[in-house]
């Protein structure tokens, strides 16, 4: 028996490795000179002065800024005979880092027209995913690698392949994966077909609005206190303060292990000899540290009682939760042979032995004492919905206020106006919101004829369609004759050609129109023997009196007799059916989500459950 074939290659047949993702929270960033003219020698020398370029601009746009956990790095790298800068940034908990990676990255390309820049993250290309609300219909995450590129401050995207007519006789572009060779060949022979929409472009940088000022609105400033010789070591580099953070924030019971001594013995930073001072944090840090619970160390507890005033117990809590941070930080093994742990030993090293000296009172109130505003952290829950029905409160002025800052209720109203956007689009199906293009005009005409019919029963409140289909799954009977109306039933003949459920109309509502559907479904289902499931022992001679009844019939009196015997004789057997069908039906949903209690419910009906 033959295998089917699939695209898998074995070890010896080319396996080149499963799928690779990246970690979470990592973006990755890679950077081509895509010049044909150029050696490979002199593509490398463009590259180094890239990275220089590159270095130079961080320098001056992050001028004393700290990253949540990992900065933007580039190394020179040789893959498949080709030359390029790759570098991969882990961001924590801190999105803004990310963004502020793609800003630095956006920069560099309108330095450098000749660089091509690919940029993904864990989700893969977040940057489409910002971009989601005004993507074409074609450009879905299966064929979206390889087909986002930065050059020239520019969004480009790789569109899909007319196929050739000698090879096809099929109009529809090639709707495939793009390969990474195949990408890098459209781009340098074809520099002119890449796709750069305005409008995409505008969405995907939409966070990219806010810099260069965000970057210093991402930080905080705050007055802690905290032991002289901690104080020295984050004067000396502020950046310290991130990986202590989060050395405390994912701390566990061995790396506190470090903090249950009784006394100052044993400790890097014992809490003597506190001195206030300012320190910058991250923002997203800052938040972390001041949320978090912790019980003060027996070490702490002495220096946390001299405390009077609720403001400088808030700064001593404050300044406990950083040294225990950095005290977990540097007595961890695992983290030995990080860069800022290292660094802290030297310097500890150099008081130690006398080469510096901690600074004096008088030098630490010379530095500089900033403390910001602590507002941001707070969310006013009625403000909130305020914003997000679209009435933020008015302000004595007479200026909009709201919540949080304007960048946040910003954000927030783009983000509800995206989703009403979303739900008023009648094209909008189950994989997301679809608008059309310029990709989109080789669709085929029953697209077209789909959406006309939909907008033809838009007014209509009853879905008459999807009330068929519950009761006929309801029933047992096959869901294929709502679309094959002259497949034949077993053992129960066709359904009359010239007898079809009409629906309900755009100008019946209410309970009349409701009550016709279901009338005219009950009339075709008994005509098709669909309801004689379990015919009761003296179905036959019902019926056969309904039709006595009905030829001899000669007035109107005896006619309104036969007609009510028959109608009740009728909806005692029709009852009996549907109501073994419904029990059956609700019973093998084991207590979940059916047809059967779908189709009550929708009736206002709810069974018990049966147990």
């Not at 400088?312 to 961890?332: H, N, P, R, V, W």
């Not at 006398?354 to 952290?377: C, F, K, M, N, Y």
């Not at 005409?445 to 029963?457: K, N």
């Not at 006619?559 to 004789?569: F, I, L, N, P």
């Amino acid at each position: 028996m033959a295998l089917p074939k699939d695209d898998f290659k074995w070890f010896g047949e080319g396996f080149d490795g499963f799928p690779k993702s990246l970690p979470e929270d990592c973006v990755e960033y890679t950077i081509y000179v895509l010049d044909s003219k150029l050696e490979d020698l002199e593509i490398q020398e463009h590259l180094r002065g890239i990275h220089t370029a590159a270095n130079r601009l961080t320098q001056k746009l992050l001028r004393d800024f700290i990253w949540q956990r990992e900065g933007i790095q580039l190394e020179l790298k040789r893959e498949a005979g080709k030359r390029f800068l790759r570098g991969r940034t882990n961001y924590g908990d801190s999105v803004e880092d990310e963004w502020l990676i793609v800003y630095i990255l956006r920069e560099l390309s309108k330095q450098f027209p000749k660089i091509w820049i690919r940029i993904v993250d864990t989700d893969g290309q977040f940057l489409l995913i910002e971009a989601a609300n005004v993507l074409p219909r074609w450009l879905n995450p299966e064929i979206a690698d390889f087909r986002v590129w930065l050059n020239s401050g520019r969004l480009l995207i790789v569109p899909l392949q007319k196929p050739r007519a000698e090879v096809t006789q099929v109009k529809q572009p090639d709707q495939r994966p793009l390969t990474f060779t195949e990408a890098l060949q459209f781009i340098q022979s074809r520099p002119s077909g890449l796709l750069h929409s305005p409008e995409i472009e505008s969405e995907a940088f939409y966070r990219l609005q806010k810099y260069p000022k965000q970057i210093q609105e991402s930080l905080h400033h705050a007055l802690v206190t905290l032991p002289r010789k901690l104080a020295y070591i984050l004067h000396d580099k502020a950046a310290y303060v991130s990986p202590a953070v989060e050395a405390f924030y994912l701390r566990d019971p061995i790396a506190l292990r470090q903090l249950q001594a009784p006394g100052p013995t044993g400790l890097e930073f014992p809490p003597l000899d506190l001195v206030t001072t300012s320190v910058k944090f991250t923002k997203v840090g800052y938040a972390q540290l001041k949320s978090q619970q912790f019980v003060a160390p027996a070490s702490w507890a002495a220096a946390r009682s001299t405390q009077i005033d609720l403001k400088s117990q808030e700064m001593a809590e404050m300044g406990m939760k950083i040294t225990c941070g950095f005290e977990m930080l540097i007595s961890d093994p695992q983290n030995q042979d990080r860069k800022a742990v290292r660094e802290i030993r030297i310097l500890l090293d150099d008081l130690g032995a006398g080469e510096d000296d901690l600074p004096s009172d008088a030098e630490i109130r010379s530095w500089v004492q900033r403390e910001d505003d602590e507002t941001w952290l707070n969310i006013n829950f009625e403000e909130f919905e305020k914003e997000l029905n679209g009435r933020g409160r008015q302000s004595s002025a007479g200026m909009n206020g709201g919540f949080g800052n304007k960048g946040a209720q910003e954000n927030l109203r783009k983000m509800v106006s995206r989703f009403e956007d979303f739900l008023n689009d009648d094209t909008a199906g189950a994989e997301g919101a679809e608008f059309l293009d310029e990709m989109d005009q080789d669709d085929d005409e029953s697209t077209r004829s789909d959406s006309d019919a939909e907008g033809e029963d838009r007014d209509v409140s009853f879905d008459e369609g999807e009330f068929a289909r519950m009761m006929r799954e309801m029933m047992g009977m096959p869901t294929e004759l709502a679309t094959a109306p002259d497949s034949k039933l077993p053992g129960n003949g066709v359904f009359p050609q010239g007898k079809r459920v009409t629906g309900v109309s755009s100008t019946e509502e209410g309970e009349l129109g409701v009550r016709q559907a279901m009338h005219e479904i009950e009339e075709e289902l008994r005509d098709a023997g669909a309801l004689d499931l379990n015919e009761s022992p003296n179905y036959q001679e019902t019926r056969q009196r309904k039709a006595i009844y009905a030829n001899s019939s000669s007035t109107g009196q005896s006619d309104a007799s036969a007609d009510g015997e028959k109608a009740e004789e009728g909806e005692v057997d029709i009852d009996f059916n549907l109501a073994k069908n419904i029990l059956e039906s609700f019973k093998s949903q084991g207590g979940l989500s059916g047809p059967g209690g779908n189709l009550m419910g929708l009736m206002g009906t709810h069974l018990p459950r049966d147990e």
